[in-house]
């Protein structure tokens, strides 16, 4: 908001200052995109500020922020000054306006990281290496900075597709509702691999089941929890479609109760990938980004059995939604287009869970991953 809206409407000013979210969008550099970018949301309008470099950082494709803390971590990937290839994961603070300090950096531990995430509690950072085929944690420092790998577990086998499952591609990885356990589709396997995780020493442990299925070829890319901690919902990549499960409390396990398409009826599903998967934190929609189609696909939730019904798929304003983010409080969706470098702001109508766009686009190059941080 301009200094001169401000002085004219003094009363205003707390709101926006509690309403100030800052929006981290991580991107594939080498053309134009130099790493980590920020903008500010507009919460009153949808507005995005125009973005700053927050971090010159190699290839930040995923994000993840520290619950309570102002820390941002990222995967990096770039060349060293001796030409060397390094993959790493790195901790930053963050600063007032925004811009990120690097705290550390860790070995990835595998090849392609891909993912990461942060349990509830601060403590622990999880790490999914898609071309390794293997998922590593880290130990959280009191500072934020990152501890040596506290364990790394190897993925084997493959799947029914000969061009993309014919080893493991752990594609995500989440800590579950209970915050003692982790789950990784692994695009490789059609499986959700299930971990123990404790948080006290950082490390992963095999669980009781190991695993949930997928259907086969599906291609499990990301996966989201419902708030009540009930319900699992897995985006299938290759098949383009959503896979709804209810998870056991006292064994981690997933039992699979229905899967659906992520597009339109009547819509063909070749040429197209699922890549984000989110619910709403009223625990009432659950969207999905089409790639190929370019869209978002909504769902509603059943409150009393967590199944789907999908409502409608909405165009993302540009090409290859890699990602997508909801603002704390739900109130907006911000989509980053890969292919077309637009970042897009889509109200969320808090009765259907449908969207529309708010006019607060930015350019950056080749966005993939966008993540919040209120302020």
Not at 23 to 52: C, F, H, M, N, Q
Not at 134 to 163: F, K, R
Not at 227 to 233: D, E, I, L, V, W
Not at 296 to 314: C, K, N, V, Y
Request: aromatic share 6%; charged share 15%.
């Amino acid at each position: 908001m301009k200094k001169l809206a401000l002085a004219m409407i003094p009363t205003l000013l707390p709101l926006a200052i509690a309403a100030q979210t800052l929006v981290y969008v991580g991107t594939d550099t080498g053309r134009e995109s130099k790493g980590i970018y920020v903008s500010t949301l507009d919460e009153a309008t949808g507005v995005l500020s125009p973005p700053l470099l927050a971090a010159a950082i190699g290839n930040p494709g995923f994000l993840a922020m520290h619950p309570s803390k102002p820390l941002v971590y990222s995967v990096a990937a770039g060349r060293a000054a001796d030409g060397s290839w390094k993959e790493e994961v790195a901790a930053f603070t963050v600063q007032d306006d925004g811009r990120l300090v690097l705290l550390n950096t860790r070995p990835s531990g595998g090849n392609g990281p891909c993912h990461i995430s942060v349990d509830a509690g601060g403590r622990v950072l999880l790490l999914a290496n898609y071309n390794g085929g293997n998922v590593v944690s880290y130990p959280i420092q009191g500072d934020g900075s990152l501890g040596p790998a506290a364990s790394t577990v190897q993925h084997e086998g493959a799947s029914v597709n000969p061009q993309r499952q014919k080893e493991p591609h752990p594609h995500g990885i989440y800590p579950g509702p209970t915050q003692t356990r982790a789950y990784v589709p692994d695009l490789g396997l059609d499986k959700v691999m299930i971990y123990r995780l404790d948080t006290a020493s950082g490390r992963l442990s095999p669980n009781a089941p190991a695993y949930a299925t997928t259907e086969a070829g599906g291609g499990p890319r990301h996966l989201a929890f419902h708030p009540n901690g009930r319900f699992a919902y897995v985006n299938l990549e290759i098949t383009s479609r959503v896979a709804a499960y209810r998870v056991n409390a006292a064994t981690g396990a997933l039992e699979g109760f229905q899967v659906l398409s992520s597009l339109p009826p009547g819509t063909k599903a070749e040429g197209n990938s699922t890549a984000e998967i989110l619910v709403h934190p009223g625990g009432r929609f659950l969207y999905v980004s089409n790639r190929g189609h370019d869209s978002i696909a909504m769902f509603e939730i059943d409150p009393q059995d967590g199944s789907l019904r999908f409502i409608e798929a909405t165009s993302t304003g540009g090409h290859m939604p890699r990602s997508f983010g909801i603002v704390p409080g739900g109130r907006f969706l911000v989509a980053a287009n890969q292919d077309s470098g637009n970042v897009m702001v889509f109200r969320i109508d808090a009765e259907r869970g449908t969207l529309s766009r708010v006019g607060g686009e930015v350019a950056i190059d080749r966005p993939v991953y966008v993540r919040f941080m209120r302020r």
